[in-house]
């Protein structure tokens, strides 16, 4: 298969970041376990020497692995603006240097309980933090793009030319408009085109999500990618590999991906307005997050657990607040609200019973390769239906087979096939409408020459498909279908499972419109999918849920991806987002609370009246019970179900 060879960006950012976050984070490590050992006496180090060691630890730190931050302060002064680097490089700064002073020149500052009190590990644990995020954001961009080669990669290495009729090999990628292909059964299409000879059933999936191949003929279209299941034919080269369909594809998930969220817009606007209140309140806000943090941090862990434990699995934690706040979700139908795979529903047959037509039908399709072929053989095994024995069998690409049977000559395709053949459907008609309307797929049956019957086949629906409707409209949440399939199968589903919204008929281009559309009005909109197509409306939808069941690339442009098929999890998702934010906020409200009530008193606000001062033990001992409650509430969030 071919597929691109240019390193990726995000490939050497996350080696960019990779050791500074290892030595930040084993800093921390080193720094947490010399003042848990002092803190709760297991073993004893002088202070002073803390401090050095602290030193050491955090000018390391602070001057390598935060020299992104601080460059961003620099190029933010520049521009006389401010966003989150600034407010990173600024706390980071403001802790780093104080406590340089305190260990330095102590006597500018009266020691508390006997000793100086540093800062270094604040310093050290927002830097260790902030790294975490941004390397598994690019980790994530990353497999994203690995995700993108792989679909370009889509494409055979070589593909069969014909040269004044003669068969040459060529690399894919030198194809040229205007080379004509030859493609082979069970071949991948190396190329956009027009066929210009032969017939052939094309599973282009990639491009509409639905299994059923498309029967086609000279004139029509073919898209690199896809793949040829029955017939041969050749083919003109109409695009360059730069302007292909795959390409295309692939360009709109990395504009997707790329493109910065209205959220983190947002949040940049709002840190420069918000970043010079942060500095005049930096004390108390310091105080405020560094109790609030264990509690933040608890609360994400035991939620993002939990979620591991029920099959969810998010991506990062960024995208929580936005999981509760959807009010659209949008959902593919085949693969994801279908099983994605057509089974026989009903067999129908005239002058015979339906069970000796099963026979006759399967007998013959067991030859055949095709995909309907497949699903009427594995439903005749079902029905512990005996096989017979076949001669002249003929596979006619696109349009059906036949064969004799027990001395009887039987031909199965679909009705325009019958009518080249000139068989009389007539005395089906009654029997054929309502099949039609429901958007099922029809193979019909003659027995020597005349019609006998026909095999009804449909995508099931999963059987949890219309439980998660149902409750995310509990949820407030409104579904809504988009499918490349066309509008009487989309119709059908939508009905049986009770959806009221829904598109049909759609590429993946016009997939990514209707979320954009949806987006405009400024509500939070998520999209729930599994194949190829979906890739670039999972990733350009605020939230992307994906079905580990489905492609690569589906999955690494989600959110979220849900193990397994099923889809009683998507509500689930998210009535756990929303716990943990709440369970976030709980927690952000007592932190809060306590620093409002012991900040004030703890620095002598009392003395002067009242000649209340709070002994730094009293202190010490509420600040640990916070902490014990803020962590004891988000480990609740265990108990999600």
């Given at each position: 298969?071919?597929?691109?060879?240019?390193?990726?960006?995000?490939?050497?950012?996350?080696?960019?970041?990779?050791?500074?976050?290892?030595?930040?984070?084993?800093?921390?490590?080193?720094?947490?376990?010399?003042?848990?050992?002092?803190?709760?006496?297991?073993?004893?180090?002088?202070?002073?020497?803390?401090?050095?060691?602290?030193?050491?630890?955090?000018?390391?730190?602070?001057?390598?692995?935060?020299?992104?931050?601080?460059?961003?302060?620099?190029?933010?002064?520049?521009?006389?603006?401010?966003?989150?680097?600034?407010?990173?490089?600024?706390?980071?700064?403001?802790?780093y240097?104080?406590?340089?002073?305190?260990?330095?020149?102590?006597?500018?500052?009266?020691?508390?309980g006997?000793?100086?009190?540093?800062?270094?590990?604040?310093?050290?644990?927002?830097?260790?933090?902030?790294?975490?995020?941004?390397?598994?954001?690019a980790?994530?961009?990353?497999?994203?793009?690995?995700?993108?080669?792989?679909?370009?990669?889509?494409?055979?290495?070589?593909a069969?030319?014909?040269?004044?009729?003669?068969?040459?090999?060529?690399?894919?990628?030198?194809?040229?408009?205007?080379?004509?292909?030859?493609?082979?059964?069970?071949?991948?299409?190396?190329?956009?085109?027009?066929?210009?000879?032969g017939?052939?059933?094309?599973?282009?999936?990639?491009?509409?999500?639905?299994?059923?191949?498309?029967?086609?003929?000279?004139?029509?279209?073919?898209?690199?990618?896809?793949?040829?299941?029955?017939?041969s034919?050749?083919?003109?080269?109409?695009?360059?590999?730069?302007?292909?369909?795959?390409?295309?594809?692939?360009?709109?998930?990395?504009?997707?991906?790329?493109?910065?969220?209205?959220?983190?817009?947002?949040?940049?606007?709002?840190?420069?307005?918000?970043?010079?209140?942060?500095?005049?309140?930096?004390?108390?806000?310091?105080?405020?997050?560094?109790?609030?943090?264990?509690?933040f941090?608890?609360?994400?862990?035991?939620?993002?657990?939990?979620?591991?434990?029920?099959?969810?699995?998010?991506?990062?934690?960024?995208?929580?607040?936005?999981?509760?706040?959807?009010?659209?979700?949008?959902?593919?139908?085949?693969?994801?609200?279908?099983?994605?795979?057509?089974?026989?529903?009903?067999?129908?047959?005239?002058?015979?019973?339906?069970?000796?037509?099963?026979?006759?039908?399967?007998?013959?399709?067991?030859?055949?390769?095709?995909?309907?072929?497949?699903?009427?053989?594995?439903?005749?095994?079902?029905?512990?239906?005996?096989?017979?024995s076949?001669?002249d069998?003929?596979?006619?690409?696109?349009?059906?087979?036949?064969?004799?049977?027990?001395?009887?000559?039987?031909?199965?395709?679909?009705?325009?096939?019958?009518?080249?053949?000139?068989?009389?459907?007539?005395a089906l008609?009654?029997?054929?409408?309502?099949?039609?309307?429901?958007?099922?797929?029809?193979?019909?049956?003659?027995?020597?020459?005349?019609?006998?019957?026909?095999?009804?086949?449909?995508?099931?629906?999963?059987?949890?498909?219309?439980?998660?409707?149902?409750?995310?409209?509990?949820?407030?949440?409104?579904?809504?279908?988009?499918?490349?399939?066309?509008?009487?199968s989309?119709?059908?589903?939508?009905?049986?499972?009770?959806?009221?919204?829904?598109?049909?008929?759609?590429l993946?281009?016009?997939?990514?419109?209707?979320?954009?559309?949806?987006?405009?009005?400024?509500?939070?909109i998520?999209?729930?999918?599994?194949?190829?197509?979906?890739?670039?409306?999972?990733?350009?939808?605020?939230?992307?849920?994906?079905?580990?069941?489905?492609?690569?690339?589906?999955?690494?442009?989600?959110?979220?991806?849900?193990?397994?098929?099923?889809?009683?999890?998507?509500?689930?998702?998210?009535?756990?987002?929303?716990?943990?934010?709440?369970?976030?906020?709980?927690?952000?409200?007592?932190?809060?609370?306590?620093?409002?009530?012991?900040?004030?008193?703890?620095a002598?606000?009392?003395?002067p009246?009242?000649?209340?001062?709070?002994?730094?033990?009293?202190?010490?001992?509420?600040?640990?019970?916070?902490?014990?409650?803020?962590v004891?509430?988000?480990?609740?969030?265990?108990?999600?179900?």
């Open positions: 298969m071919t597929g691109t060879q240019d390193s990726d960006p995000t490939d050497s950012e996350v080696a960019e970041l990779r050791w500074p976050l290892l030595f930040s984070l084993a800093s921390v490590a080193i720094t947490m376990f010399i003042m848990a050992g002092e803190h709760f006496h297991f073993f004893h180090i002088d202070p002073e020497v803390s401090g050095h060691i602290q030193f050491v630890l955090a000018t390391a730190v602070y001057f390598w692995c935060g020299k992104r931050f601080h460059l961003g302060l620099w190029h933010s002064l520049k521009r006389k603006s401010a966003d989150m680097n600034t407010l990173i490089s600024l706390g980071t700064s403001a802790a240097f104080f406590s340089v002073v305190v260990l330095f020149k102590p006597s500018l500052f009266p020691a508390t006997g000793h100086s009190e540093f800062y270094f590990d604040t310093a050290i644990m927002i830097i260790a933090l902030i790294l975490l995020g941004r390397f598994l954001e980790k994530a961009r990353s497999r994203s793009s690995s995700a993108i080669r792989k679909l370009l990669e889509a494409r055979p290495d070589e069969t030319i014909v040269v004044n009729g003669t068969e040459k090999q060529k690399r894919s990628e030198y194809l040229e408009i205007g080379d004509i292909v030859r493609v082979r059964p069970g071949e991948w299409i190396a190329a956009d085109g027009e066929i210009i000879e017939t052939g059933s094309v599973n282009e999936s990639m491009l509409t999500g639905e299994a059923l191949p498309v029967d086609k003929q000279t004139g029509d279209q073919v898209t690199g990618g896809t793949i040829n299941t029955t017939g034919f050749d083919f003109r080269v109409t695009t360059a590999q730069s302007e292909s369909r795959l390409t295309k594809i692939a360009a709109m998930v990395r504009q997707a991906l790329s493109a910065k969220p209205q959220i983190q817009r947002l949040v940049d606007k709002v840190a420069s307005i918000f970043v010079p209140i942060v500095i005049g309140l930096s004390v108390v806000t310091l105080a405020i997050w560094l109790l609030a943090g264990a509690g941090v608890f609360a994400l862990k035991a939620g993002i657990g939990r979620g591991a434990g029920m099959g969810i699995l998010f991506r990062s934690g960024d995208s929580l607040e936005q999981i509760g706040k959807v009010s659209t979700m949008f959902f593919d139908k085949t693969g994801t609200l279908t099983n994605g795979a057509f089974r026989v529903v009903n067999m129908h047959g005239i002058r015979q019973s339906s069970e000796s037509l099963l026979r006759l039908v399967a007998s013959v399709e067991s030859k055949s390769e095709h995909p309907l072929a497949k699903a009427v053989v594995e439903y005749a095994q079902e029905q512990g239906v005996a096989f017979a076949v001669s069998f003929v596979s006619y690409a696109g349009a059906g087979a036949e064969g004799t049977v027990e001395g009887k000559r039987v031909l199965l395709g679909t009705a325009k096939f019958f009518q080249y053949r000139k068989i009389d459907l007539s008609a009654a029997d054929v409408d309502p099949e039609l309307a429901h958007g099922r797929s029809l193979m019909f049956v003659a027995i020597d020459g005349t019609a006998a019957g026909f095999v009804t086949l449909a995508d099931t629906i999963k059987p949890d498909a219309s439980t998660a409707i149902h409750e995310l409209s509990m949820l407030g949440i409104t579904a809504t279908m988009l499918t490349g399939d066309n509008q009487h989309a119709q059908s589903v939508a009905r049986e499972i009770g959806i009221t919204n829904f598109k049909a008929e759609l993946p281009q016009q997939k990514l419109n209707a979320i954009a559309e949806a987006k405009s009005s400024g509500a939070i998520g999209m729930v999918g599994d194949g190829i197509n979906d890739a670039p409306a999972l990733a350009a939808a605020d939230i992307g849920i994906a079905l580990s069941s489905g492609s690569d690339i589906a999955v690494e442009s989600a959110a979220v991806t849900l193990t397994g098929s099923g889809l009683r999890k998507v509500p689930q998702v998210i009535r756990l987002a929303r716990a943990i934010v709440r369970n976030i906020k709980q927690n952000l409200f007592w932190a809060f609370f306590y620093n409002v009530i012991t900040i004030p008193v703890a002598g606000a009392l003395y009246a009242f000649g209340i001062q709070l002994s730094p033990i009293i202190a010490a001992a509420a600040m640990s019970l916070s902490s014990i409650f803020v004891t509430n988000a480990l609740r969030l265990r108990r999600f179900h």
